[in-house]
């Protein structure tokens, strides 16, 4: 299930990515959809958390995406594209903490260490890249010629922007989930 998972993800961001925006624009929507539907349905456990937990979750993601895409928007240099090299790195050592708290029991120190890294280091993680994928469709939009040989496609531009709210959706969901926002 998680391979036909991971080929259903991968399959359908690529059919995305291979359609031309300019040549078949209903086409290419219709595949945004089909794929984020496919990431939906990844997403769609998250449900057994409850409504009002994830409205909550929701609305703090809201927060978080805005609140980085302003400040990256309004930066007054292009600094957060400089940080595609540590961005790389980190994220090796959240995938590296996620399959590695998948195999060690959270009870332990050091499960729970690699759970912490992967919820905790995975959101910060995530914010950054929310910060470099913000500036980098605004370069992206700002330096391409219209008349190019390369046209500009707003939803490639964005899938990253789109990846990135939904990791942060889910480590706020399971942030809170664990009891972070529950009052005794």
């Given at each position: 299930?998680?391979?036909?998972?991971?080929?259903?993800?991968?399959?359908?961001?690529?059919?995305?990515?291979?359609?031309?925006?300019?040549?078949?624009?209903?086409?290419?929507?219709?595949?945004?959809?089909?794929?984020?539907?496919?990431?939906?349905?990844?997403?769609?456990?998250?449900?057994?958390?409850?409504?009002?937990?994830?409205?909550?979750?929701?609305?703090?993601?809201?927060?978080?995406?805005?609140?980085?895409?302003?400040?990256?928007?309004?930066?007054?240099?292009?600094?957060?594209?400089?940080?595609?090299?540590?961005?790389?790195?980190?994220?090796?050592?959240?995938?590296?903490?996620?399959?590695?708290?998948?195999?060690?029991?959270?009870?332990?120190?050091?499960?729970?260490?690699?759970?912490?890294?992967?919820?905790?280091?995975?959101?910060?993680?995530?914010?950054?890249?929310?910060?470099?994928?913000?500036?980098?469709?605004?370069?992206?939009?700002?330096?391409?010629p219209y008349y190019g040989v390369?046209?500009?496609?707003?939803?490639?531009?964005?899938?990253?922007?789109?990846?990135d709210t939904l990791n942060i959706?889910?480590?706020?969901?399971?942030?809170?989930?664990?009891?972070?926002?529950?009052?005794?």
């Amino acid at each position: 299930a998680i391979g036909v998972t991971f080929a259903a993800m991968i399959g359908a961001g690529m059919l995305v990515r291979s359609i031309s925006y300019q040549d078949s624009p209903i086409a290419k929507h219709a595949a945004w959809m089909m794929h984020s539907g496919v990431m939906g349905a990844v997403v769609a456990p998250l449900t057994f958390l409850g409504g009002p937990l994830l409205v909550r979750a929701a609305w703090y993601t809201a927060g978080i995406v805005g609140g980085l895409s302003t400040v990256a928007m309004c930066a007054p240099s292009e600094k957060f594209l400089n940080m595609g090299g540590p961005l790389g790195i980190g994220l090796g050592f959240v995938l590296a903490s996620s399959i590695g708290s998948m195999f060690l029991p959270p009870t332990s120190a050091f499960g729970a260490g690699l759970y912490s890294v992967a919820v905790y280091g995975g959101l910060v993680l995530f914010g950054m890249f929310l910060l470099y994928d913000t500036q980098l469709v605004v370069k992206r939009a700002e330096t391409l010629p219209y008349y190019g040989v390369t046209k500009y496609d707003p939803i490639n531009a964005c899938m990253g922007i789109y990846t990135d709210t939904l990791n942060i959706f889910i480590r706020v969901a399971t942030m809170l989930a664990g009891g972070g926002g529950v009052r005794k």
